[in-house]
């Protein structure tokens, strides 16, 4: 069973466009939502995250926008770069002591062309 | 520092074949894990551990041993490779001094095909 499902599959934008990646997840518990970066053959890295008692938070040309109610969460790329392109998973944790298990979306693989 | 390092960076495997993956860290970090990355899967968690000499099963343990005897080191044996377990895999680091428990540190990953 997917907890965390994100879509697109994969994104093409423009320079200078904005990328919306998407995701919903089913358990109210989860209270820690990161977006993780991956270049390719490279490891994944935090990019943003973000807790349920906030709506959005913005660092940079990057935004998290959080719906609690519809259990959505997204992540907003201003002003893409040719730079971004990467694959993009969202993520979904519980607990705010003791290690946290990590459900991963199943990630979305950007494209900015010039 | 050097961060999260893993060896081997790529292998190939025989069916019924054993091999360890390493993973080291040099951030002092509590917390380590192992995850394998499918296409259209994302990355799902096969064993963590919480400190030396704790070890647990993560989402997809089956075929997979860990121990962790050092805070530093955290190998990952497969004890019989089977194709089902050709994946590229990645292990994390998180929790050190003055650091959040949330945020992993990931390595630049071991591709592994079993034929």
Do not use: I, S, T
């Given at each position: 069973q997917q907890q965390v499902k994100q879509s697109p599959q994969s994104l093409i934008v423009q320079k200078g466009g904005i990328s919306i990646i998407n995701c919903a997840y089913e358990n109210t518990a989860f209270d820690y939502f990161p977006w993780y970066q991956q270049f390719p053959g490279k490891g994944p890295a935090l990019l943003i995250a973000i807790r349920p008692d906030v709506s959005e938070k913005k660092e940079g040309r990057f935004t998290i926008s959080f719906n609690k109610s519809a259990k959505q969460f997204s992540l907003h790329i201003m002003d893409s770069q040719p730079g971004d392109s990467a694959t993009y998973f969202c993520a979904a944790s519980i607990g705010r002591a003791g290690y946290q298990k990590v459900t991963f979306g199943t990630g979305t693989k950007l494209q900015v062309i010039p | 520092n050097a961060g999260v390092t893993q060896t081997p960076k790529f292998q190939v495997l025989k069916t019924g074949q054993s091999m360890t993956l390493q993973c080291a860290q040099d951030m002092n970090h509590e917390y380590m894990s192992w995850y394998r990355q499918d296409p259209g899967m994302g990355l799902r968690l096969i064993h963590y551990s919480v400190g030396a000499g704790i070890t647990d099963q993560g989402e997809v343990p089956n075929g997979y041993n860990v121990s962790r005897s050092t805070t530093e080191d955290f190998p990952l044996r497969l004890l019989s490779a089977a194709p089902s377990q050709t994946s590229v895999y990645f292990c994390a680091s998180s929790y050190g001094?003055?650091?959040?428990?949330y945020e992993q540190y990931f390595g630049p990953g071991t591709r592994l095909t079993v034929t």
């Open positions: - | 001094p003055g650091g959040a428990r």
